[in-house]
């Protein structure tokens, strides 16, 4: 089994920054795709960013420029810098990581999520 634990989180004021972190553990063989959504009270959740093992990474078009995904692929962790925090980023925040097992079975797996609330 593979767990995620999320840290970093918190109540700023817009402008400000915050960092999200998310470290893997368990039974992992490969770490391939690991990502971070966010589900605003009453929205559907929706992808912010994600990053390959190779380090490719997408973004949703509202926080391009604003937001950068990043890992390290050798402690199991991915990080998110939020940059320029508007009121609308208010959500909760999930890490997703999606990879293989040492049994060769695939893991898709979500954190718990942490909260980031941005005030005006």
């Known amino acids: 089994q593979v767990q995620l634990v999320e840290s970093g989180g918190g109540l700023v004021q817009a402008g400000g920054s915050l960092r999200l972190s998310c470290t893997a553990s368990?039974?992992?063989?490969?770490?391939?795709?690991m990502g971070w959504y966010r589900q605003a009270p009453g929205e559907q959740r929706e992808l912010v960013a994600v990053?390959?093992?190779?380090?490719?990474?997408d973004y949703a078009d509202s926080v391009k420029g604003r937001f950068t995904i990043s890992r390290d692929n050798a402690k199991n962790t991915v990080y998110l810098q939020i940059n320029t925090l508007k009121p609308e980023d208010t959500a909760v925040y999930y890490c997703?990581?999606?990879?293989?097992?040492?049994?060769?079975?695939?893991?898709?797996?979500w954190g718990q999520g942490t909260q980031v609330t941005v005030t005006s």
């Open positions: 997703n990581a999606w990879g293989l097992l040492i049994t060769t079975t695939e893991f898709d797996v």
């Open positions: 990053i390959s093992s190779g380090g490719d990474t």
């Open positions: 368990g039974s992992i063989f490969s770490l391939n795709r």
